[in-house]
């Protein structure tokens, strides 16, 4: 379908493009389970209109060398929406929003090694459906901070009792934040990089 | 909210294999590309150059990510990290490596986000 190709080819719009001197990035992820916010977030704090890029997964067991093997492999396509903050002339932050299905994270060659650190979007009349994401983010000794969003039609639990449920301990922060709104999902940031500062003054080194 | 289920219409792996012409993502004979390194075109896009390098080529004018250009390809990361690594190697890109982040980031680059987004 090469119309498809030659419209998409296009490229930023002169007003999305980086200065010249942009010389490095980095990333934090925001993780959670489907529909906690991922996608509103990065989009309320994104200086670009949020993109979507694509990774595909072959499953395939059997070896490329298996003549026999032609039947059609089966293909998974992950879409992961990310948006984009110019922090100064040269450094710029890169927000991805992961899919739901952390089974998929793996696909994203290098996506946690490297970033700064992580946000938890939790629902809280879907607490379970970002329990995953928090297991995950632990084993692989990401940093992270956890946001309640605040969703209107939600109830208002108490964030003991929200930290309790998740099992959370006392040393990784929690914080409310509204997905929807551009400070609110600001400050969340904001908070993870103040737990990434206190994370430097509390653990120096240890082997 | 991202559209769960949107089709997306590869065309076949065939296509993807003959874009990247076959080669594997990995040749670390440069730095690793990776999601967030920021691809600056050194050169012109030459006639006989293939179209989705040539694209690379014509939107990298100014810095981008690896992930604004599959995204604006509508193509793979690892697609992309293949065509990336072709142009890379006969200079046609420049690659800027995203700040490693170690094991915990350095204080001082903390301090730049933390700016940043203070005055965003």
Redesign the interface.
């Known amino acids: 379908m090469d119309y498809r190709i030659s419209e998409k080819i296009s490229g930023p719009r002169s007003e999305d493009t980086l200065p010249a001197s942009a010389a490095a990035a980095v990333k934090v992820v925001i993780v959670g389970g489907f529909g906690v916010g991922k996608t509103t977030m990065v989009g309320s704090v994104s200086e670009i209109r949020p993109l979507t890029t694509e990774e595909t997964m072959t499953q395939a067991g059997v070896g490329v060398d298996d003549i026999a093997g032609i039947e059609r492999k089966t293909e998974t396509t992950v879409a992961m929406d990310f948006g984009r903050i110019s922090l100064n002339e040269r450094l710029v932050l890169y927000l991805f929003g992961t899919p739901g299905q952390e089974r998929f994270w793996f696909l994203w060659n290098g996506l946690f090694e490297g970033a700064l650190g992580a946000v938890v979007l939790i629902d809280t009349r879907r607490l379970e459906v970002s329990f995953d994401a928090v297991g995950r983010l632990e084993e692989r000794g990401v940093p992270f901070v956890v946001a309640v969003n605040a969703f209107p039609e939600a109830p208002v639990h108490p964030m003991a009792e929200l930290r309790a449920a998740m099992d959370l301990p006392d040393s990784v922060p929690m914080i409310d934040c509204d997905a929807r709104d551009r400070s609110s999902s600001r400050d969340t940031l904001l908070a993870l990089v103040r737990h990434l500062q206190s994370l430097h003054t509390v653990t120096p080194e240890t082997p | ?2 559209e ?1 289920g ?1 089709p ?4 076949g ?1 065939e296509r ?1 294999y003959t874009v990247s012409r076959g080669r594997a993502p990995q040749e670390p004979r440069h730095r ?1 590309i ?5 691809i ?1 075109a050194r050169a012109e896009p030459e006639p006989g150059l293939a ?2 390098a040539a ?1 690379v080529l ?8 690896v ?2 250009i ?9 697609t992309v990290t293949v065509i990336l690594a072709g142009l890379l190697r006969e200079d046609r890109v420049e690659v ?6 170690a ?3 350095d ?1 001082e ?2 301090q ?7 005055n ?1």
């Open positions: 909210m991202s769960p949107k997306w219409d590869e065309g792996p993807l690793p990776e999601l967030v390194s920021l600056v179209p989705e694209a014509r939107m990298c004018q100014f810095p981008l990510s992930a604004e599959s995204a604006y390809l509508v193509l793979p990361v690892s800027r490596a995203p700040v490693p982040a094991v915990l980031p204080p680059l903390l730049a986000v933390m700016h940043g987004l203070q965003f």
